[in-house]
């Protein structure tokens, strides 16, 4: 299945950064008539791959995006200030569930 959407994160690691890939997947109505909408994120350690869920397509898409900013916002390389996307300190572009405002960044806590 191709992605609907992508980014590349980075992380800070000596000379050479790392990339983090991003992948958004489209939403998929489920055999109990949910719907899941699978991402990926492509950690140095190892790829994870996991999905949001939701009563339609868009609380699904919106559901994955939040758990990817959660996700984002509350790993090891961001807590050490290297993980970035456009620059470092701007954020990721991704939403968070609102108990995790708080973690939110740059472009990230003024716009979203």
């Not at 994120?41 to 559901?63: F, K, T, Y």
Request: proline share 6%; charged share 20%; net charge negative.
């Amino acid at each position: 299945m191709t992605p609907i959407a992508t980014r590349a994160l980075k992380i800070r690691n000596g000379a050479a950064d790392i990339v983090v890939p991003v992948s958004i997947f489209a939403p998929q109505q489920s055999e109990y008539g949910d719907w899941l909408c699978r991402y990926e994120i492509g950690w140095p350690e190892g790829h994870r791959i996991m999905h949001g869920a939701g009563v339609d397509a868009m609380q699904a898409l919106v559901s994955a995006m939040q758990m990817i900013g959660a996700e984002l916002y509350s790993s090891a390389y961001h807590k050490s200030g290297r993980l970035y996307w456009d620059e470092p300190g701007r954020g990721y572009g991704f939403p968070v569930p609102g108990n995790i405002r708080e973690l939110l960044q740059g472009d990230d806590a003024t716009y979203l």
